[in-house]
């Protein structure tokens, strides 16, 4: 216990009642004016402060038994005097000057370690609104009313309806927004938008009596976001005040939305209309995704963290997670850093996991952005700095605390076995492992030959029946076109007068001047001649192998006229029947000619067929020639469209598997799911493998 005389309090410091705890005690709450930070104390702690004066720790514990129903020892003084120490609330004791110089010395940290904070989060402050706010805030007093709340969710509501009933012309007015014009437009929404999420934290709080020091924009790993200073807001001894102001942005943003959206309903086509088009989207979408997500110090952390009583809640559920982890694995039976109910202590364990969780992706997204946008060598070394600033420095953290507890957790016996698991665990990540390729699939013959209708061609004859097989040189329709019949008619009749012209210069002097030209002339139109036949073997065309006669229509009469290209059916041919499939560049190697397939067509509109790889090209395919395999059409390849053509937006290479043992019973082409046997290969190879060609690939910067 404390023998000494206890060192005074600062004499600026302010406490004020404040909302009660989660377990029903009161609270207080202590003010530095001097950097505006605020404390909670707990009832013991406020009971021990009201009593500093007495200086004497025995004499100060003996009078809080005597006139409270508290029991408190040293140990509870021992620890209010840490905090008031660390947190620099007492007054410095003579000599303490150069303690607290070096003490500010290392909070600065050096040069670097000042650009690294300024780089990872830096708030510059614009403009102290207080006494601005002080002046608006009788003029839109009527927003912070009940009546106004009411008319904005009758108004959102009502907005809501519109749009679902007119959803087709808002999601079209929404794609007609995806240009540069649009994104720009959209960008000064946002801006207004956050704008008046500021403003409306201002507001409230001014509204409650809380001075606003400073309204300013902060940095985030260099993203833009505007921010207000509330911190008085800890001064409220209401919880509800507190939840007021927490949520006052969320809050107007909605009501930014709802009556942009009704605007959006109600108002003619133009510039209005899309203006209120563009608040309505960027509100609802910004405010939910970005503000109301507790697991980054935004809104909506505040507000979770107000609901629960829970100053501080990302650090307490961190530590709980920590000391969760450390005893589920070690069991080292160390006491849990606070104690709550079952479902809140489960609760807040599952939170911090999916703070992590969302960070790690979050902050992968932004280091790749950084590195992206910034010239290549700035940019590798920025991710590196996000990386190791929010990744690595964590998890060393960690190990550094296992480090510490190394005896303890080397003597238990869950630890040997938690041990193993992890080591299992990578061994099944470092083994090899049968594994399967799967994708989309094109089931299809050889050979396969669409039928389509020439230009101004009429049935001559009904054509075989659909399913009808054919020999190879057999005729597949019979057609007929006047136009075809006028020139060759034409066309004969003039090779016949050019011949007989001809024949007849070298017994004719007159003309006998002309028989070079007449040669030439009947040349001419004998290949004429020649052009109309070969068109002529367009409307009877002949099977060119042995096959099926597929996709033929029934409705055809015998004198029906035929549009131009129109499809009369498919010879699908008799020969061997494969599967065509493209595998992405890190799947290619796992393939060798020889590997097992299965194919499964979609629907299950055929049997189970067996393959085998039969062929696999070199080179990447620069388009897809297959437009059924494209993701846009139910395939797997992900593919851009430009001048009809599909090209891959990544590399993929075409496989071709042949069919094992007969052709399936299928009449026509099938798409379906197809699964290779390839290589083996060990889970965390594809990860390091995928790693070294980014590295490879950007070190050329």
């Known amino acids: 216990m404390i023998s000494f005389s206890l060192p005074p309090l600062r004499e600026e410091l302010a406490i004020a009642a404040g909302p009660r705890l989660a377990d029903g005690q009161p609270s207080w709450t202590l003010h530095d004016p001097v950097r505006n930070l605020f404390f909670q104390i707990d009832w013991p702690n406020f009971e021990l402060l009201s009593r500093w004066h007495l200086r004497d720790p025995r004499a100060l514990l003996a009078q809080t038994g005597r006139e409270t129903t508290l029991h408190l020892d040293g140990a509870a003084l021992d620890d209010l005097l840490r905090f008031l120490n660390e947190n620099q609330l007492l007054q410095p004791a003579p000599g303490m000057a150069p303690l607290l110089a ?42 912070l009313t009940r009546n106004f709340l009411r008319w904005t969710v009758l108004a959102g509501l009502t907005g809501l309806v519109c749009v679902y009933r007119e959803w087709e012309r808002f999601s079209s007015t929404l794609m007609d927004t995806l240009t540069w014009q649009g994104m720009l437009a959209y960008g000064v929404a946002i801006v207004f938008a956050k704008a008046c999420h500021e403003l409306g934290h201002a507001l409230t709080a001014k509204h409650y009596g809380c001075r606003v020091p400073t309204m300013g924009v902060a940095f985030l790993v260099l993203f833009p976001m505007a921010y207000t200073d509330t911190n008085e807001a800890w001064k409220l001894p209401r919880h509800t005040q507190r939840l007021a102001i927490a949520g006052a942005g969320i809050a107007t943003e909605l009501a930014i939305a709802a009556w942009a959206t009704l605007a959006w309903a109600w108002l003619p086509e133009g510039a209005p209309r899309q203006m209120a088009f563009l608040l309505s989207t960027t509100t609802w979408i910004s405010t939910l995704a ?179 097989r054919m020999a190879a040189g057999q005729p597949l329709l019979r057609m007929t076109s006047p136009d075809l019949d006028l020139r060759n008619a034409a066309t004969g009749a003039r090779a016949g007068t050019l011949s007989w012209q001809s024949a007849a210069a070298g017994l004719d002097a007159g003309m006998r001047k002309d028989w070079q030209v007449l040669d030439e ?181």
């Open 290 to 468: 970005i503000n109301a997500s507790p697991f980054m110090r935004f809104d909506g952390y505040f507000l979770l963290s107000d609901w629960l009583g829970m100053p501080n809640l990302h650090s307490r559920a961190f530590a709980l997670a920590r000391w969760d982890l450390r005893e589920r694995m070690f069991a080292l039976n160390e006491p849990v850093p606070e104690h709550f109910p079952r479902h809140r202590h489960n609760s807040l364990i599952l939170f911090a996991w999916g703070v992590w969780l969302y960070r790690l992706v979050l902050f992968l997204g932004i280091a790749a952005l950084v590195y992206h946008f910034f010239i290549k060598a700035v940019g590798i070394l920025l991710f590196a700095v996000e990386i190791g600033w929010f990744i690595a420095l964590p998890l060393m953290h960690e190990l550094q605390a296992w480090r510490t507890r190394w005896p303890a957790i080397k003597a238990g016996r869950r630890a040997r076995r938690s041990l193993l698991l992890v080591a299992l665990l990578g061994a099944l990540c470092l083994v090899p492992w049968p594994g399967r390729i799967f994708g989309a699939g094109l089931l299809q013959p050889r050979e396969q030959m669409t039928l389509y209708a020439p230009p101004r061609a009429m049935l001559e004859a009904a054509p075989p029946p659909d399913g009808s």
């Open 102 to 143: 070096d003490a500010r010395r290392k909070r600065r940290g050096s040069w670097a370690q000042w650009l690294l904070h300024n780089y990872l989060f830096l708030r510059i402050p614009l403009f102290k609104p207080d006494r601005w706010l002080a002046w608006l805030l009788p003029h839109v007093a009527f927003l």
């Open 521 to 701: 002339k009947l040349a001419y139109a004998r290949a004429e001649q020649s052009t109309v036949q070969a068109d002529a073997g367009r409307y009877a065309p002949l099977a060119p192998y042995a096959g099926t006669l597929v996709d033929a229509d029934p409705d055809l009469r015998p004198g029906d006229w035929l549009k131009n290209q129109e499809p009369l059916g498919e010879l699908i041919s008799d020969e061997r029947w494969h599967v065509v499939t493209y595998v992405d560049e890190d799947d290619v190697q796992r393939v060798r000619q020889g590997d097992r397939g299965l194919f499964i067509a979609d629907g299950l509109a055929g049997p189970a067929v067996r393959l085998t790889v039969a062929a696999i090209d070199r080179d990447a395919s620069r388009t897809l020639n297959e437009p059924e395999l494209a993701a846009l059409f139910g395939g797997h390849v992900l593919v851009h469209e430009k001048n009809g053509l599909f090209y891959p937006d990544r590399a993929v290479y075409r496989v071709v598997l042949e069919v094992e043992g007969e052709k399936p019973v299928a009449l026509r082409v099938l798409r379906g799911r197809i699964a290779i046997a390839g290589a083996w290969e060990a889970p965390a190879l594809r990860y390091v493998r995928s790693a070294l060609a980014v590295v490879w690939r950007e070190a050329g910067f």
